[in-house]
């Protein structure tokens, strides 16, 4: 059954419609699409749901976790850092990830769409 508590053939649901932002569904790795789940954890070790094979990502590097309908990132302390759009994210802080960004681990980026 859809929702149709506004109908968008009104001018006020269309003006509704053109506002609705995108939700983060999956994200790019290489010329994969992995489609997001409440937490993936990202690094070397075999382990992880996203394993990144570079010396420069650390064993446990960091996690895209959902919070209600939002996607974050998180760092797990790693010795390299985790990149979001080329800025360094702090270490064990929550950064709000949107359509479009890049996290950055190790040399590899992760697109999220």
Known sequence: MEDSTIVTGS????????????????LVFGNNKVQLASKITIGRETDNNIVV???LASRYHCIIQQIQNQYFVKDEGSTNGTFVNGRR???????????GDTVTVGGSNLVMA
Not at 12 to 20: A, S
Not at 89 to 99: A, G, R, W
Request: glycine residues 4%; proline residues 10%; hydrophobic residues 25%.
């Open 53 to 55: 094979d570079s010396k």
């Open 89 to 99: 994210i702090p270490p064990d802080k929550y950064v709000k990830l949107n359509v």
């Open 11 to 26: 001018p006020v649901g269309q003006r509704m419609d053109k506002i609705k932002k995108k939700e983060i569904s999956y």
